[in-house]
């Protein structure tokens, strides 16, 4: 049973424009998420997250939103940038339990 | 620093042979982590250690996979005997705090077993 889950495989678009990447989740024990981003032969590396205290955190080009209610949450980057082309990976954790809950990614493609 | 440091980056084994995957993590770094990454399952916690003691090791598949840390520096992840569904990268991760926070990935071992 996934509990996050990245239904979009891959996703194109233009430089300069919006990328938004989404997530969703099934356990409502959850409480902390974070985006991590990824080079083919690389480990992931850390973007960004957001507590379930906040509905929206942000870091430059980067904001991530969480819709609680929805059980949903989506990354934002503006403006896209060619070096943003990667995989990009949802994961989740509970306070209760150290471990990350990890979504398949989403490979994002920025055209030029 | 130089971040988490795996070793071998690339392993090519015959079936039934032992691979062992080796890993520093990043120094003060209190919990450590091995991952693997598929295309069917993509990435998956094995085991993970705090204070270089085995915490959950429910995501290791078998018995023919160990891990150990016997100090802070230094950690196993160990396959005997290997087979070809075991081909897979391995990735190793640490980080600094109790409770949920971000976790530095070294660059991964790509294995294939023949």
């Known amino acids: 049973d996934q509990q996050v889950k990245q239904n979009s495989p891959s996703l194109s678009v233009q430089e300069g424009r919006i990328s938004i990447l989404n997530c969703d989740y099934t356990?409502?024990?959850?409480?902390?998420f974070l985006w991590y981003k990824k080079y083919p032969a690389e480990g992931p590396t850390f973007l960004i997250s957001i507590s379930s205290i906040k509905d929206k955190n942000e870091d430059g080009r980067f904001t991530v939103f969480l819709n609680k209610s929805a059980k949903h949450l989506s990354l934002h980057i503006v403006p896209s940038q060619p070096g943003d082309s990667a995989v990009y990976f949802c994961a989740a954790s509970a306070l209760s339990n150290y471990q990350l809950i990890w979504g398949a990614g989403t490979k994002l493609i920025i055209k030029p | 620093d130089a971040g988490v440091i795996q070793s071998p980056r690339h392993e090519v084994t015959e079936m039934g042979q032992e691979v062992t995957l080796r890993c520093k993590p990043i120094?003060?770094?209190?919990?450590l982590f091995w991952y693997r990454q598929t295309m069917m399952r993509g990435l998956e916690l094995l085991i993970y250690f705090n204070n270089n003691v085995p915490i959950d090791d429910s995501g290791m598949p078998e018995d023919r996979f160990s891990a150990k840390m016997p100090n802070a520096s230094f950690s196993t992840l160990k396959i005997q005997p290997s087979e070809p569904r075991d081909s897979a990268v391995y990735f190793c991760a640490s980080s600094l705090r109790q409770g949920p926070d971000e976790q530095f990935f070294g660059p991964g071992t790509r294995l294939t077993v023949l």
């Open positions: 356990n409502s024990m959850f409480d902390y």
């Open positions: 120094s003060g770094h209190d919990y």
